[in-house]
């Protein structure tokens, strides 16, 4: 499993954060122009909320099976759960980020203005500031785990930053559902 170099694993840290960064920002911020996705039917559209809530249900199982595996010293399905818990990530990115762009920025929040306000976006604020946080974490865990041989990953930061990485995934993965549950079931 060693594919890394691993003088290189926080250079690629640092790389694969800013690029990845820069492509939710600049989709949020409407920098991505609606023609460089492809169009896809209104039903796709509408069906991607609901996808990513159940990416991230789904998640949320993979990234507890991970941590519970390791706690029991299982590394093979640790290693499984958590590298299916970043694909599951990066599935629900891409049909985020191409429902973002292909709609032309975020959908606006239909319900009153003061649960708005006092509920939506404190709690769409910590979704997002955690899942911004999680990136690096979550990179520089993985790279760690691709740089190192198990018997040598105890003398990384890899246990620690795991740790806090999947802390941060599960909370803000719930409270995506969250969000999800607020735009699309209750409003």
Not at 57 to 74: K, L, P, Q, Y
Not at 95 to 124: C, N, S
Not at 128 to 152: N, Q
């Amino acid at each position: 499993m060693e594919h890394v170099p691993r003088e290189r694993v926080t250079l690629l840290t640092a790389v694969l954060s800013v690029v990845s960064l820069a492509i939710v920002f600049a989709a949020a911020g409407g920098r991505i122009p609606q023609s460089t996705v492809p169009a896809a039917p209104e039903w796709i559209l509408d069906a991607i909320p609901l996808l990513n809530a159940l990416i991230s249900a789904t998640a949320i199982g993979t990234i507890t099976v991970g941590w519970r595996a390791i706690r029991r010293g299982d590394v093979d399905r640790h290693r499984a759960a958590m590298v299916a818990s970043f694909v599951l990530f990066a599935a629900f990115l891409t049909f985020y980020l191409y429902r973002l762009v292909a709609m032309g920025g975020p959908q606006p929040f239909p319900g009153p203005d003061a649960i708005r306000q006092f509920v939506y976006l404190p709690i769409l604020a910590v979704h997002i500031f955690l899942a911004i946080v999680c990136v690096p974490l979550v990179y520089y865990a993985l790279l760690l785990a691709g740089a190192y041989p198990v018997s040598e990953l105890r003398r990384t930061a890899h246990a620690r930053v795991g740790r806090v990485a999947a802390s941060l995934w599960l909370i803000s993965f719930s409270l995506g559902i969250v969000v999800y549950v607020l735009l699309h079931v209750v409003y």
